[in-house]
């Protein structure tokens, strides 16, 4: 028994108070660095401890092992600061949002609830069935008779609940994930019991009911893998082969980022005046696609000026004159005098004379290229002499 004291004595006397400044030391510092882990530190400092040594000292010391009311009140209120530092606890290990840390777990923001509810209220029956010597099985009995009248009167709200639960075990859309529901598209930013909150491509917010849910179809874009599909039509002329349209795509598809795997060029239909293509490419998740797709829209169009494709019109072409050749990329008798009077313009076209400068421009190509666009590749053969007319360009070269 002199023996108990004397180890307990020196837990109380030498334990508790290392263990405290050791708690407040680490605190403070995970604190100053916001980790997560600092509230429940300091939180089992403040809380736990003090009434933990107290009864330490009650039991152990005194040996009041039945102290009547006051040792029921001390053990509750240990009982509570341990409810409200493992829900820090709680708080630190499972995230609802983006892991932080290795060792933390990510669970949807449902489950992380019922895990705080659990943990509540277990707790608070270990303290009312033990401590306060209160039957839980009366209680429960009274609950079950009275449950019944709960679920006629919550049937929507339990139905909600259950839903919950069962898209939860399905798990089939996450945090963050872009779903459709029905006609609705959207970005997932949260789940609770109640229901799901989808962020709409109108900035707007949609709560839609877990009871409701669980009666639609759900398509998500981000499973089974976070790689997006894309595919739009275009059309050019008759007289544009479907080879040269290919080429003309993939080169432009090969300088954008954010895309997976090549892009796929498939004729789809033969038309009174074009031939219509399907473009389908992959990019690195849903939102990105988009941009890939406006990206590559764009630069074709600039690409079908430079390679002399055309973009056809459903309308009828009434020509008046004998037109054999027409090449739109060629400069035409309209517009030499102006690449003349432009070339002259020029400090090293300066010693040029005109004459010579008409015959230059008859073979001069106009070429049109969009923001982002490669015009020279590093290594290439170039047939001729680039001249920036109009914008501006970046001159960068590989470090060797």
């Not at 060029?265 to 990019?283: E, G, L, M, P, Q």
């Amino acid at each position: 028994m002199n023996q108990s004291l004397l180890v307990w004595g020196c837990i109380l006397i030498f334990g508790f108070p290392i263990l405290t400044i050791i708690l407040g030391q680490v605190g403070e510092s995970l604190r100053r660095r916001e980790h997560p882990l600092a509230p429940f530190l300091q939180q089992l400092q403040r809380f736990v401890l003090p009434p933990l040594s107290i009864l330490a000292i009650v039991r152990k010391i005194l040996g009041i092992q039945e102290g009547g009311i006051g040792l029921q009140i001390l053990e509750t209120l240990l009982g509570i600061a341990i409810i409200y530092t493992s829900l820090s606890l709680l708080k630190a290990l499972l995230t609802p949002g983006k892991k932080e840390y290795f060792w933390q777990i990510a669970v949807p923001n449902l489950l992380f609830q019922v895990v705080r509810a659990s943990v509540v209220l277990g707790i608070v029956a270990y303290i009312i069935a033990n401590i306060w010597n209160i039957d839980l099985s009366q209680a429960a009995a009274a609950l079950g008779v009275g449950s019944l009248v709960i679920a006629l009167a919550l049937q929507d709200t339990l139905s909600n609940l259950v839903s919950g639960f069962l898209l939860l075990a399905d798990s089939p859309f996450k945090k963050g994930d872009w779903i459709k529901i029905g006609d609705i598209q959207g970005q997932v930013l949260d789940m609770n019991w109640r229901a799901v909150r989808l962020l709409t491509w109108e900035e707007d917010l949609l709560v839609i009911p877990n009871g409701s849910l669980g009666k639609q179809n759900i398509l998500n874009y981000n499973q089974p893998t976070a790689t997006s599909g894309y595919y739009f039509t275009i059309s050019f002329s008759r007289n544009d082969s479907p080879n040269r349209v290919k080429q003309v795509v993939e080169e432009i598809y090969e300088q954008i980022t954010g895309t997976v795997g090549p892009v796929y060029v498939v004729v789809k239909s033969f038309n009174d005046f074009s031939i219509s293509y399907t473009v389908w490419f992959s990019a690195e998740g849903y939102w990105p696609k988009f941009r890939v797709a406006r990206e590559l829209k764009t630069r074709l169009y600039y690409a079908a000026k430079r390679k002399g494709l055309t973009i056809p019109y459903p309308i009828e072409y009434q020509y008046i004159a004998d037109v054999t050749e027409l090449d739109g990329s060629k400069s035409t008798p309209e517009n030499q005098q102006q690449l003349v009077e432009y070339l002259l313009s020029l400090p090293y076209f300066t010693s040029v004379s005109s004459q010579v400068l008409t015959k230059l421009v008859q073979n001069t190509t106009l070429e049109y290229y969009g923001t982002g666009e490669k015009i020279i590749q590093e290594g290439e053969f170039v047939k001729g002499f680039y001249i920036i007319q109009n914008g501006n360009a970046k001159l960068t070269l590989k470090d060797t």
